[in-house]
């Protein structure tokens, strides 16, 4: 009875196994049809300085999902850059977001617009080439931007990353390091990379201000970039009290949802005005 039971156990992660590898095949498909259908969608999040203006927004991705829903990036972006379809999905991100840039300042208002990076799309060997025709096309000022990017992203080939990093940041882009201290990189690199910004990473603003290894980890973070003069933003910022502490130890900007979840860019510029 026991060997019957093992067998149907087996049967059963098979069949789950299946479905799964059938869900990733449909997804990756319908990943496909979704750029010429149009379903992407950007989704700006405030992002405010110590006196609760918005001085700038994140720009997220979503998808609107013919029968799923409203789709987050955790259910699909991985496999988007496993397929390479985040290449294109990039493409569609970065010119989004300088065509809400360019509305913006249309609009009156002089906000960075933070727009993330992958890896795969920052290799490209015509990277640079594909973000200055975007920029041609659009109009957008590239003082306005900024690239978030992670520390993944510079571990793999530091002198490719400092060149290209350099040249963006000539035309003016500026760069930020997202999650902050969640990856594997050396201390070295915030030297060697034209960088502005770091984002503390939201795990760290979580347990704040009750856990003290996460208090040491933001105090160390934000005191090392006011000596490497660079820009502090905390991500995931939910309570009060995380916001004070975050203050009080010398954080210069806040996102989260204390302030505004991403909101679609109609309701981003009516909480604008
Ligand atoms: P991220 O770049 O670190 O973005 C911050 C994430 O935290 C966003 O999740 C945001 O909605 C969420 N968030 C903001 N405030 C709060 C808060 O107060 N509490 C909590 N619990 N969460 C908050 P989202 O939009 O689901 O994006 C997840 C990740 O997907 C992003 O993390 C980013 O790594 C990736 N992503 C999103 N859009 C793009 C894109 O256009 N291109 C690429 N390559 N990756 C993207
Ligand atoms: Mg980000
Ligand atoms: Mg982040
Ligand atoms: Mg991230």
Known sequence: QAKAEGRNAVR?????????????LTLERDMHAALDRGEFRLYLQPQVDGEGRTVGAEALLRWQHPTEGLLLPDKFIGLAEETGLIL???????????????????????????????????????????????????GANPHDLIFEITEGLLVSDIDDAIAKMSALERLGIRFSVDDFGTGYSSL??????????????????????????????????????????LETIAEGVETRTQLDFLKESGCTRFQGYYFSPPLPSAEFFEKLA
């Open 188 to 229: 070295a690199y915030l030297k060697r990379l034209p960088l502005s910004e770091l984002k503390i990473a939201q795990t760290f603003v979580k347990d704040l201000p009750d856990d003290p290894s996460d208090v040491a980890l933001v105090r160390t973070i934000l005191s090392m970039a006011y000596h490497l003069n």
């Open 88 to 138: 294109p999905i990039g493409e569609w991100v970065f010119e989004q977001t300088c065509r809400e840039s360019v509305r913006l300042s249309q609009a009156g208002y002089r906000l960075n617009l933070s727009v993330n990076v992958s890896p795969r799309r920052f290799q490209q060997s015509d990277f640079l080439e594909r973000v200055r025709r975007i920029l041609e096309r659009t």
């Open 12 to 24: 059963a992660y098979a069949s789950t196994m299946q479905a799964a590898a059938e869900r990733r």
